[in-house]
């Protein structure tokens, strides 16, 4: 049920419309850089942003052409030769795979991006949209790309246009110190927009957007060609997969920024059926933008009206606005993105940064620089799996802590009284939590490291584990090897119908290991065993499972 929230028309009308606006040129440029024109970045930055919208679960979300996006679509339009209509029907495969994504689920899991991770990215972007306006506000037009942008510096600012760049400081300070009571009305981008663009009027020598292609949509059906339909097929999977995270990390943004909580799997059946419609009319595909959606939020927008309304302004400026859009200065924009860089790094973290864990810094600052200088997908790829080896680390340090807590008095009077009764030839160990394969390659190196020298039966107390996995089955199995090698008994206790079974699957419950419910009676079976080795006798039918 689609619900729309007109509580905050007005801020979701200028937020709309200001990222409407800062939208027009990336748009354009997108559209260029993926080979298949201008017009055609318009068309997806309206389809997947009116779209997403609609049907997504990230009301603040303003989704559009996105640079990962571009690049696999520039790559596929080489690839096919240009072939316009089948890179169409790769958009449109990809919006379906991701309405298959929403569908089954998929999006729950970008949630367990972690903190640092997030910050980085954020950071990151940041840096990025503030390297990309330097050379426009000295009145160039820099190369695309971060290392691009950084490397055409020297050039800028060995001839700059002093007027770009007071005129795009001015809006910069108007965009900052835009009284809050006029804030309520006209939001402080949009007023740094409009008088900047005033201001531009009287001046000469500064560059504008310019001349706007105009025109409605044609529909482009699928197309499928035999010896191409592997690689349609192919791109559309990578753009989907892409789509997914690039839109579910912007996601997590403005769940940061707006203290809300997105529908993962709402916003990749949106995603899904803007970039389907966004192919079918001839588009490239988008994303959540997360500069646009900060731009939105920042300027007043909070829900599905902003997204819409963004959407409808690019509309209408192809239908024929375009002479009023193309008098806005670049500097005027770059003055209003340099702004909104400096609001998406994380300062409040970095500023106490250093009062936290050093290594969540070191994945903070790693991700930055991976998503400034390489790219967004292998920043959080990288960072997401760094911090989950960290986490898999912090957690077998714990294992193998609970492991070397060997007990030499049980609270248990009972129990205690027969450990004591064994007199040191048993040896009892109790594990604690879930034993994974964090722990297990130390697992059976612990055990043979701590067993008592004299001990006769070794006790493997499960009862605090609620589940094992195959690498901790597996290991279970090479101490079960070693008592046996040192001509010991195994006993296992307290394992739960879950972790009895992974040690059956795995071939660890062997004919010489018993499993009993509880500890006392695997401390009584093990005093038996003692008993019958000492008195010569072998283990009989009294000794079987419990």
């Not at 991770?117 to 790309?145: K, T, W």
């Not at 070794?458 to 605090?464: A, G, K, N, P, Y």
Request: aromatic share 6%; proline share 4%; net charge neutral.
């Amino acid at each position: 049920m689609i619900k729309i929230n007109t509580s905050n028309i007005r801020g979701d009308l200028t937020g709309g419309l200001t990222a409407g606006i800062v939208a027009l040129p990336l748009a354009l440029a997108l559209g260029v850089a993926s080979g298949l024109g201008p017009m055609a970045g318009l068309y997806g930055a309206i389809a997947v942003g009116f779209f997403a919208s609609l049907f997504g679960g990230t009301p603040s979300q303003i989704s559009g052409p996105t640079g990962p996006m571009v690049v696999v679509l520039a790559g596929l339009f080489a690839s096919l030769s240009g072939d316009a209509e089948l890179i169409f029907t790769a958009v449109l495969l990809a919006g379906v795979f991701q309405i298959v994504f929403g569908v089954l689920g998929v999006g729950q899991y970008i949630r367990l991006v972690p903190y640092p991770v997030i910050s980085g990215f954020m950071s990151g972007i940041g840096a990025i949209i503030i390297i990309l306006q330097l050379g426009r506000l000295m009145g160039h037009e820099p190369p695309g790309g971060t290392i691009g942008a950084l490397s055409y510096l020297p050039t800028a600012l060995a001839d700059m246009n002093f007027t770009t760049l007071l005129l795009g400081l001015g809006t910069l300070i108007i965009a900052y110190k835009w009284p809050a009571k006029l804030g309520k009305y006209v939001p402080g981008a949009l007023a740094a927009l409009i008088i900047g663009t005033l201001v531009s009027l009287m001046l000469t020598n500064v560059p504008i957007l310019g001349d706007i292609p105009t025109g409605l949509p044609s529909i482009h059906l699928p197309v499928f060609e035999q010896g191409q339909v592997l690689l349609v097929i192919e791109a559309a999977f990578i753009l989907a997969i892409l789509g997914a995270i690039d839109s579910l990390l912007t996601s997590l943004v403005a769940d940061n920024m707006t203290r809300t909580r997105h529908d993962s799997n709402r916003e990749l059946i949106g995603q899904g059926i803007g970039n389907t419609v966004a192919g079918l009319i001839g588009g490239i595909a988008g994303a959540g933008a997360t500069m646009r959606t900060v731009v939105n939020i920042r300027s007043g927008g909070k829900d599905r009206i902003s997204g819409m309304t963004h959407a409808l302004v690019l509309l209408a400026i192809v239908l024929g606005l375009s002479p009023l859009a193309a008098q806005i200065p670049h500097a005027v924009l770059a003055g209003i993105l340099v702004k909104v860089g400096l609001d998406i790094i994380d300062w409040g973290y970095l500023k106490r940064a250093h009062t936290g864990p050093r290594w969540d810094f070191a994945l903070m600052i790693l991700v930055l620089g991976l998503t400034v200088f390489v790219d967004l997908i292998t920043a959080v790829g990288v960072g997401v799996v760094l911090a989950a080896l960290a986490y898999v680390r912090q957690v077998a340090q714990l294992q193998i802590e609970e492991v070397q807590k060997i007990p030499a008095y049980l609270a248990d009077a009972e129990e205690n009284a027969l450990l004591e009764k064994a007199n040191g030839k048993v040896s009892l160990f109790s594990f604690g939590g879930p034993l994974s394969f964090g722990a297990a390659a130390d697992l059976g190196h612990h055990v043979r490291e701590k067993v008592q020298p004299g001990s006769q039966v070794l006790i493997l107390d499960f009862s605090r584990v609620p589940v094992v996995d195959v690498s901790a089955a597996m290991a279970v199995e090479t101490i079960t090897s070693d008592a046996t090698a040192a001509g010991r008994e195994l006993v296992i206790s307290g394992a739960t119908e879950n972790v009895k079974r992974v040690l059956d699957n795995i071939n660890v419950h062997q004919a010489n290991v018993r499993m009993f419910k509880t500890r006392l009676e695997a401390l009584d079976c093990a005093l038996r065993i003692i008993d019958n080795k000492e008195n010569g006798s072998s283990a009989d039918g009294k000794l079987a499972d419990a």
